[in-house]
């Protein structure tokens, strides 16, 4: 199981810091399969200083190979679930996602570069 939390820290401040996103990505792959699947809920927290809302969502990962790393896993478990939970355009829940997603990017690019 994979837990992935985003929090914001204004101003690098952790007394003020609060909770953009949470998601809980598991497993769910049977034995004999080719690639993995991952069942994941997602919840957006709202955030009216920003005037983002919140949403909740729970998406399917079907084929998908680990050997590509965290941030594909979470690009397309906050992609399907952004779909999901809103189909009158792009919500604006997707700002927290989008800052999630580069720092994933971010940290996986410095995971291969350590590694």
Do not use: C
């Not at 990962?61 to 679930?81: E, I, K, N, Q, W």
């Amino acid at each position: 199981m994979i837990i992935v939390t985003a929090t914001m820290w204004p101003r690098g401040h952790a007394a003020q810091s609060y909770e953009l996103l949470h998601a809980t990505i598991s497993n769910r792959t049977s034995p004999g399969d080719v690639a993995d699947s991952y069942m994941a809920h997602v919840v957006a927290r709202p955030n009216k200083i920003i005037g983002v809302s919140g949403y909740e969502a729970d998406v399917m990962v079907p084929s998908y190979r680990r050997t590509d790393g965290l941030a594909p896993l979470l690009m397309a478990v906050l992609g399907s679930a952004h779909a999901e939970q809103d189909g009158d355009g792009i919500p604006q829940a997707r700002l927290m996602a989008r800052v999630l997603l580069q720092d994933a990017e971010e940290f996986e690019k410095i995971v291969r570069y350590r590694g």
